[in-house]
C-alpha cells in the first residue's frame, strides 16, 4: 500500500515537472512516506526525518514532509507537511502542485485499494490505529480505475490490509477476472478467517488470477493464536491450505509469522515449527513479536525476552530456507 502511494505521489510531481533529486542534499522537497507497523520501521523513519531536519537548518528553504501511518500516530515537530494515511496524496497539494488524472502506464504493475483500515484488532498490531476502522471503497471507483489499468498493466494486485472484509469479494475477483486485456489479477492480503471457499473456486475457474495467495498464519499454536485475537485456529488453517491445494495443485502460498508473542514458550514454538514443516509455503515472512504501544499485546504478561524472539525467528528462517 505504502508503495502505491509513493508511486502515485512521484507521478504526479513528475507530470508537474519535477525530478526525482539525487541525494537529499540536492533535493528541494524530502517525502517521507511512513510505517509505522514494527517498532524497528518507527525508530529508523525518525532518524532519517531528524537528519532531514538537520539539512533544513542550512538550508531553509528545503520542505520536509512526513506521511503515512507514523503521522497518524504521533505529532513531529519541525516539519512543514504532516498527514496521515487517509489524506497522505494531499502532500501533491500542498506542495502547491494540481492533482491531475495521469494516463496508465505501459508494462508495469498496478495496485488497486478496494478496502482501508481494518476492524479486525489483532492484539500486537497497530493498524487499526493507524489506518482506521474498515472503509469499503465504492464499486465504481474500484471498476473505473481497473479499466484504466487493465489494457497496458500485467500485473493487477488488489489491495487492502484483508481483501476479503470487501462485500461479496468472490464476486468483485470474478468481474474483473471475466474483463479483456493481458493481465493477470493478484489481492494481498487475505486473513484466514474470512477466505471463503467461494473465493478459492473463482480463482481456480478463471485463468486470468494468479495462483498465489498470501495468507498470514503468523503462528502454529491455538493457544497463541487466541492470545492473537486471530479468530481462527490450526485445525480452520490447514483446511483453508487443503482447500487451496485441492482446487489448485500448483499454488504458491506465503505467510507471516511472528516468533516469541508473550505467552509463547517452546513447547508452542514447536508447534509453529511442526506446521511450517507441515505446510511448506513457497515462502514466509518471518519477524521477532515487536511492541507497539498501544496494543492490547503490548501490555501482556509474560513477555518472551527479545533474544528469545530473535533466537526463534532465526531457527525458523533457517528451517523455512531448507524447505524452500
Ligand atoms: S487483520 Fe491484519 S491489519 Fe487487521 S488487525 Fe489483524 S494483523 Fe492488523
Request: proline content about 4%.
Amino acid at each position: 500500500m505504502n508503495v502505491n502511494t509513493a508511486h502515485k505521489i512521484t507521478q504526479q510531481l513528475l507530470a508537474a515537472g519535477h525530478t526525482l533529486a539525487e541525494t537529499d542534499e540536492d533535493a528541494d522537497v524530502i517525502i517521507f512516506n511512513t510505517c509505522c507497523v514494527r517498532n524497528t520501521a518507527e525508530q529508523k523513519i525518525l532518524s532519517h526525518i531528524a537528519l532531514a531536519k538537520q539539512l533544513k537548518q542550512h538550508k531553509p528553504d528545503l520542505k520536509i514532509a512526513v506521511i503515512g501511518c507514523l503521522s497518524a500516530k504521533r505529532k513531529i515537530n519541525g516539519v512543514d507537511i504532516l498527514l496521515g494515511t487517509d489524506n497522505a496524496m494531499d502532500v501533491v497539494e500542498k506542495l502547491g502542485v494540481a492533482v491531475r488524472q495521469l494516463p496508465a502506464e505501459q508494462g508495469t504493475t498496478a495496485y488497486i485499494d478496494i478496502t482501508y483500515g481494518c476492524e479486525n484488532y489483532c492484539t500486537y498490531c497497530i493498524v487499526p490505529f493507524v489506518r482506521g476502522k474498515l472503509r469499503i471503497r465504492p464499486r465504481a471507483e474500484i471498476l473505473t480505475e481497473f479499466d484504466q489499468v487493465k489494457d497496458t498493466a500485467k500485473d493487477i494486485y488488489l489491495l487492502g490490509q484483508n481483501v476479503n472484509a470487501y462485500p461479496d469479494f468472490p464476486k468483485l475477483l470474478e468481474e474483473l477476472a471475466q474483463k479483456d486485456g493481458d493481465f493477470t489479477l493478484h489481492f494481498l492480503s487475505a486473513h484466514p478467517k474470512d477466505f471463503a471457499l467461494e473465493t478459492i473456486k473463482v480463482m481456480a475457474k478463471y485463468p486470468k488470477i494468479a495462483h498465489d495467495v498470501h495468507l498470514p498464519m503468523q503462528c502454529g499454536c491455538d493457544k497463541i493464536l487466541k492470545l492473537m485475537n486471530r479468530k481462527y485456529t490450526v485445525a480452520d488453517y490447514l483446511e483453508k491450505i487443503r482447500l487451496l491445494r485441492e482446487y489448485m495443485p500448483d499454488i504458491h502460498i506465503t505467510t507471516d509469522i511472528i516468533c516469541g508473542f508473550p505467552g509463547e514458550t517452546d513447547e508452542d514454538f514447536a508447534e509453529t515449527v511442526r506446521i511450517v514443516q507441515q505446510i511448506k509455503f513457497s515462502a514466509a515472512y518471518i519477524f521477532p513479536y515487536s511492541n507497539r504501544s498501544g496494543t492490547a499485546a503490548d501490555k501482556m504478561p509474560n513477555q518472551v525476552p527479545f533474544r528469545v524472539r530473535k533466537a526463534r525467528a532465526t531457527k525458523l528462517v533457517e528451517l523455512m530456507r531448507e524447505l524452500a
